[in-house]
């Protein structure tokens, strides 16, 4: 094992150019791994598989997330931020700092179904 | 080509899960180094045995809320790990709304859910029951016999009942005086009851002390219980007997109450003789440390500890829960093994399908990022119940949850009940969303 890891080491070396485009990389995997993380607690009302065209219709009142942009999504939670109002959505957005609403958006906004 | 060395991640990982330093940092290296280095340079470095091992094994014990979401979330986080659920039951039963069928809005069958979505998600179902789990040896027995390996085990095994708790109040008991605390045959027994009942008759609801699955679930139900008196029988009453001296949304319960059904809904809170002790199950009789109540209805929500399993296999505590890492949900007592819903110890999260749910992604993201032999990462978890006090008049609580000091708790500032006195559009509209809930999380679990 520890031969292994110092040929490694050498190979790592060698491709020093590479390395920053992996870290790069390693930071994208768990950025996309926070975010869905954070999703998690979304999709179990707001699922991708009702709305628009499926069997429930569109008599729905939790909003479906599919297609929307990321600013609307980001301009949403804020404004639930701000707002005196008591519902679901504000009670539980104020639970999120600002990074993670961010990082929220961005990750549902790419949230495309046909 | 990223593909290919996260699977041999997996695959080396496998091998060397006792030790979760030193592996771990080589075989992060390696994955760098393939990643960054390409195919020709990696073999190299990789023995071809590696290529022939099998795919990571991830076993799954319990195809409820918890359970059934993990094994899809799983498949998603990593389509390559190799995921076996065991399940007894053919079909789910699920209990959130189903105190809508004892209110007479809903039918049993559409409480029901089969595994074919998560079998075309590529998940194996083994229609099954764990009877035993070797935590040292990473195996699990059926009761028919099939042994399986594992390199990470999900229990969800949800709740079991501590019989004899009420004196009297065992197995046996549950034909006369239903639990419905698992939806299913139990809920059609209260059904029965309610329809072979006398206008005026009493119905009793015990209901048992913190925690236990579903808080708010003893109050819906005989708030739905009151809205089928009310058309049916109005001169029946129901009084809910509580092991407690307050309840989950309680303000807003009983100003509802009030309101829809009268004085149709007594509750006698733990102060003033509430805790049911005893019952006999031959004269449907209840008797508290006061008073004896003769019932036509007795629906007794007795103690409950984590699904026996859980007990079995040596994860639980003297609390008769599972205690856990509130990041990646993995036991305090068994490495390899991780509990989520109602069996686990998660601090200020209820005991909801919400939760299990939300606690299953996360844990999914988590597991296949430790195969991976990277770290878990701390997030932020939200748990939202819907409670319905009419078909179309509904309450919320919701709260927000973050690891700290190795519990989940509650974030400051946030979550909370719905407004006391908010107007009737408000508790119809929150009725819809209750309903939208159930329809999502079934479709995103069973769909």
Wanted: charged fraction near 20%.
């Amino acid at each position: 094992m520890i031969k292994k890891r110092e040929k490694s080491t050498t190979c790592l070396m060698l491709l020093g150019l590479l390395i920053p485009l992996k870290a790069s990389l390693a930071d994208e995997v768990e950025q996309s791994d926070q975010a869905a993380l954070l999703a998690a607690s979304c999709s179990g009302c707001h699922t991708q598989n009702t709305g628009d065209g499926s069997e429930y219709g569109n008599d729905i009142a939790i909003r479906n997330l599919n297609n929307l942009p990321t600013e609307q999504i980001r301009d949403s939670l804020k404004a639930y931020l701000e707002s005196e109002e008591s519902t679901v959505m504000t009670r539980i957005a104020k639970g999120f700092s600002e990074d993670e609403i961010n990082l929220l958006a961005d990750y549902l906004g790419q949230q495309v179904v046909e | 080509m990223l593909r290919k060395s996260d699977n041999l991640e997996i695959k080396k990982n496998k091998n060397v899960t006792t030790d979760r330093t030193g592996p771990k940092m080589s075989g992060l290296s390696r994955r760098n180094f393939l990643a960054a280095g390409g195919t020709a340079l990696g073999a190299t470095f990789s023995p071809p045995s590696v290529f022939a091992q099998s795919r990571a094994r991830v076993v799954v014990i319990g195809g409820g809320f918890g359970g059934a979401t993990f094994a899809r979330f799983l498949r998603k986080a990593d389509p390559t790990i190799n995921v076996t659920l065991i399940e007894p039951n053919s079909e789910y039963t699920a209990c959130p709304f189903s105190n809508l069928v004892l209110g007479g809005e809903r039918n049993l069958s559409q409480q029901r859910f089969n595994y074919k979505g998560l079998e075309n998600a590529g998940i194996t179902v083994v229609p099954d029951s764990v009877i035993h789990v070797d935590a040292e040896g990473k195996t699990v027995r059926t009761a028919n016999g099939i042994q399986l390996e594992y390199d990470r085990l999900l229990m969800a095994p949800g709740i079991d009942f501590i019989w004899n708790r009420i004196e009297g109040y065992d197995e046996d008991a549950t034909k006369v005086m239903p639990h419905a605390w698992k939806a299913g045959s139990q809920t059609k027994q209260i059904i029965s009851q309610l329809t072979d009942m006398d206008d005026g008759g009493l119905v009793v609801i015990s209901a048992p002390a913190n925690p236990f699955r579903c808080p708010p679930g003893p109050y819906e139900r005989a708030s739905l219980i009151a809205h089928y008196l009310k058309s049916n029988k109005p001169k029946s009453k129901i009084i809910i007997l509580d092991a407690k001296d307050s309840f989950s949304k309680q303000p807003l319960f009983q100003q509802a109450w009030k309101s829809i059904y009268g004085d149709m809904i007594e509750w006698v809170g733990f102060s003033d003789g509430g805790a049911v002790v005893s019952v006999n199950a031959k004269e449907k009789s209840l008797s508290t440390d006061f008073d004896q109540f003769s019932a036509s209805v007795a629906n007794i929500i007795p103690p409950q500890k984590a699904g026996e399993i859980a007990h079995q296999a040596g994860v639980t505590d003297a609390s008769g829960w599972c205690p856990i890492d509130p990041v990646s949900f993995e036991s305090l007592i068994h490495p390899n093994i991780h509990i989520i819903g109602d069996a686990s110890i998660a601090n200020a999260m209820p005991k909801s399908a919400f939760s299990a749910n939300a606690q299953a992604k996360v844990c999914a993201i988590q597991v296949a990022r430790m195969l991976r032999g990277e770290d878990p990462l701390p997030t932020t978890l939200v748990n939202t119940c819907f409670s319905l006090i009419a078909p179309d008049y509904a309450i919320s609580v919701a709260g927000v949850y973050q690891p700290k000091d190795k519990h989940l708790a509650e974030v400051e500032g946030a979550g909370g009940v719905s407004p006391k006195d908010a107007t009737t559009e408000v508790r119809n509209l929150e009725a819809r969303y209750a309903n939208d809930w159930f329809k999502a999380i079934t479709s995103e679990v069973y769909g």
